[in-house]
């Protein structure tokens, strides 16, 4: 019976420590299942240290339980059925990389802001370019660039 209670502390500590490191490497997200590993791991620790009279684990494992149980009740309460399937890519975030997807549509909004559309400029450019005038040389091309072997300035 004293195996019994040792596999239940073990168990306890890989569930917990396996669930902490797959969150904190970006394997798992903080959801149901870490919660899970949690709760499970969190009962075994209890059970484990209620046999070897270890009390300050018991009652740090009661809390343990107690958080994770509350956040999987909180979780069930908030989840809706969701209105259509619609299969989602899961997303990666490594930690100590910030999350910059948000940015790179203020980025598109402020050049869009800054300089209009630019590929209907560039077309545009290039349309009067076309138009025949043959001898006018611009200063820069129509994206802004200076035509190879034409010094600045000089048409």
Not at 94 to 116: L, N
Not at 118 to 124: C, F, K
Request: hydrophobic share 50%.
């Amino acid at each position: 019976m004293e195996l019994l209670w040792e596999i239940a502390g073990w168990t306890g500590a890989v569930l917990i420590l396996s669930a902490y490191l797959s969150v904190s490497m970006g394997w798992l997200k903080a959801g149901r299942r870490f919660q899970t590993a949690n709760l499970i791991g969190a009962v075994a620790f209890m059970i484990n240290g209620a046999v070897h009279g270890a009390w300050p684990s018991v009652v740090t494992n009661v809390a343990w339980f107690l958080i994770s149980a509350i956040a999987l009740v909180r979780m069930r309460a908030t989840t809706e059925a969701p209105l259509a399937v619609v299969e989602e890519v899961p997303q990666v975030q490594f930690p100590g990389v910030p999350d910059t997807t948000g940015q790179i549509a203020v980025v598109e909004a402020i050049t869009s802001a800054v300089h209009g559309d630019v590929e209907h400029r560039v077309a545009e450019c290039q349309a009067s370019l076309a138009g025949g005038h043959a001898d006018y040389v611009p200063a820069e091309d129509c994206t802004g660039k200076q035509p190879v072997g034409l010094a600045a300035g000089v048409a």
